[in-house]
Every structure is written in C-alpha cells, then in structure tokens.
C-alpha cells in the first residue's frame, strides 16, 4: 500500500516544480499551499533531499528548491524512496513460497497488475503533475 507519506513527498515535489526553476520556498510556504503539517514537510524535505532532487539554503532568505529536472523524477521513483517497494500483494515479495504456489491462480494475475501499476507511476512525472496543477487554476 502507498502511504500518505508518499503521496506528500510527491505533492511537495510537485509543489516545487510548480514554480521556476530555480525558485526557493520555504518548508512552512509548501505546508501552508498544500495543507501538509509543517513537520511532516521538513521531515520529507530530508528523505527528498537524500535522493538529491533538491537542496536547501539557512538563514532568513533561505529554503528549498530543486536540483534535478522534474521531468526526470517520476512517481515510482519518489514512492520507492519513501515507502520502499511497492507492492500489490505480499505473495509477489515472499522469500518463502506460499504452500499453495504450484496451484494458484491468481499469482500471475498479481504479477501482471503489479507491471502495469509500476508501468503507470512510472510514465508519471513530477513535471507532468506540476503541469496539471497549474490548468487547474
């Protein structure tokens, strides 16, 4: 399952990416325009940072903004860093086959949505959903 930690690590980078390259917002600006706990956003601003999407700056004038093109970061990649694997069933993970492996039916079912979902956060870009926000407006 996708946390909620994820989906804010994906709203944060999309909420840098909505504005020019280059451009320094504060962690308590992204929480107060996407409706993220303040600690909950320096607390992801970290795990985002240790991926090297973005950097950060101290001081009075300072914040965060992104390092990497946001059409090179996709969602599979942001949720993977947050949340580790992503996986639709734990039958698809286990080191230990379960006793019913030879006669299952639905395991090439699991396999098969398991491809198209990570083929899906795949072709999603920060850069495509930063795009999205701004003709919502």
Same mark, same amino acid.
């Given at each position: 399952? *996708?946390?909620? +930690? %994820?989906?804010y690590a994906i709203i944060i980078l999309t909420e840098l990416a909505s504005h020019p390259p280059g451009t320094i917002i504060t962690s308590? $600006? &992204? %929480?107060? /325009? $996407? @409706? *993220?706990p303040v600690n909950l956003v320096v607390q992801l601003l970290a795990v985002i940072k240790e991926a090297g999407w973005t950097s950060g700056t101290r001081g009075p %004038?300072? =914040? *965060? $903004? #992104?390092? +990497?093109d946001p059409s090179q970061i996709n969602m599979r990649q942001v949720i993977e +860093?947050?949340? =580790?694997? *992503? =996986? &639709?069933t734990r039958c698809l993970f286990s080191k230990v086959p379960c006793q019913d492996k030879? $006669?299952?039916s639905l395991r090439g079912i699991w396999a098969k949505a398991q /491809?198209?979902? #990570? @083929?899906? #956060?795949?072709?999603?870009?920060i850069k495509d959903l930063a795009e999205a926000v701004k003709t919502d407006y």
């Open positions: 399952m *996708i946390t909620k +930690k %994820a989906e308590k $600006r &992204i %929480a107060e /325009q $996407r @409706s *993220i %004038a300072g =914040g *965060i $903004r #992104l390092n +990497k +860093k947050v949340d =580790g694997p *992503i =996986g &639709i030879t $006669r299952c /491809q198209n979902m #990570l @083929s899906v #956060l795949e072709e999603v870009s």
